[in-house]
């Protein structure tokens, strides 16, 4: 079974800082994928970021960008200059195998301050 | 291109009745999960179609059920209708079986059973 823990229930930052979101995973499988979704308070669910566990080199998608540990199981998104229109919920979640479910964390609330 | 769609954007009934939400994939796209995501219960994966046959399903009782249609839109229905089926129903939508495709999301519906 695929567990993804988010154990910050909630952060905040200042406008144009940085900030990072944690997220750990157990899997058994060697072949998944990792994902953050955002999800702002319109409620539609955004992919900010994917990972593929079998590349070792860290996905980037413009100011987001991730720390993929494989061996501790750690797939934690960074946010560089912070915006406004960042302040939203963040999900980590993971996929595997034949199911192709997605396995989603309790998901992080984030406030950008101006 | 036209996003992932779903109808109605809100539905109240009362316990007892039954829901129907529907949903439109991202054109091209075959596969359709089925998501809820309850307050406090975080976001459980429902059901996956794809091709018109159902792939997977989660740990949901049979009053949920669903199908999708040879232009794969979907439809989700709940029959007897509890007060904790009340929730955000996200549907998404991916390209297709393969593990690395990514499942994109609609706005969801919001049903709340009184």
């Known amino acids: 079974a695929q567990t993804v823990t988010q154990s910050q229930p909630e952060m905040s930052v200042q406008e144009a800082e940085t900030v990072t979101l944690s997220c750990t995973y157990d899997t058994s499988e060697n072949n998944y994928y990792l994902f953050w979704y955002k999800q702002p308070p319109s409620r539609q669910m955004i992919l900010v970021i994917r990972q593929e566990a079998y590349k070792q080199q860290n996905a980037t998608e413009n100011r987001f960008s991730v720390n993929f540990q494989k061996a501790a199981k750690s797939f934690s998104l960074k946010i560089s200059d912070s915006q406004l229109g960042d302040t939203a919920m963040y999900f980590c979640?993971?996929?595997?195998?034949?199911?192709?479910?997605?396995?989603f964390g309790k998901g992080i609330t984030l406030s950008v301050r101006p | 291109e036209a996003g992932v769609t779903q109808s109605p954007t809100h539905l109240i009934k009362t316990r007892g009745q039954q829901a129907t939400l529907r949903c439109s994939p991202i054109s091209g796209h075959t596969s359709v999960y089925w998501y809820q995501q309850a307050l406090g219960l975080g976001l459980q994966f429902l059901l996956w179609y794809d091709e018109g046959e159902e792939r997977n399903r989660g740990n949901f009782p049979p009053r949920f059920s669903g199908r999708q249609f040879p232009n794969y839109s979907s439809e989700l229905n709940v029959n007897a209708l509890e007060l904790e089926d009340s929730a955000l129903y996200l549907c998404?939508?991916?390209?297709?079986?393969?593990?690395?495709?990514?499942?994109?999301f609609g706005p969801g519906t919001r049903l709340t059973v009184l």
């Open positions: 979640a993971s996929q595997t195998g034949a199911n192709s479910k997605l396995t």
């Open positions: 998404a939508s991916s390209l297709g079986l393969v593990l690395r495709d990514t499942q994109y």
